[in-house]
Nanobody, 116 residues
């Protein structure tokens, strides 16, 4: 398995910003597209942002213009810059390989809470 560790979450007011970091120091993931996922209370986990091996990105409509996913393969790291946060962004955020065939073991995720 590839150990995935998410960090950077926290409590932020609506309109605030956070930058999430995903690291996989145990194994390089430069060969794979990576994604950020989130799971809100009582809801299914959803894919919110994807970055390809070439650096192209895609986002779910609800976060377009607000979130930016990026990767630094030299550091085995994927980032999610989250701006203009809304209460509906509250969730546990996870990173993982973006593949319909296989996922690495999910990490613990990092909690993002957007509340006044």
């Amino acid at each position: 398995q590839v150990p995935l560790v998410e960090s950077g979450g926290g409590l932020v007011q609506p309109g605030g910003s956070l930058r999430l970091t995903c690291t996989a120091s145990g194994s390089m993931f430069r060969s794979y597209p990576m994604g950020w996922f989130r799971q809100a209370p009582g809801k299914q986990r959803e894919l919110v942002a994807v970055v390809s091996t070439g650096g192209s990105t895609n986002y779910v409509d609800s976060v377009k213009g607000r979130f930016t996913i990026s990767r630094d393969d030299a550091k085995n790291t994927v980032y999610l810059q989250m701006n203009s946060l809304k209460p509906e962004d509250t969730a546990v955020y996870y990173c993982n390989r973006d593949s319909p065939y296989i996922k690495w073991v999910w990490g613990q995720g990092t909690q993002v809470t957007v509340s006044s």
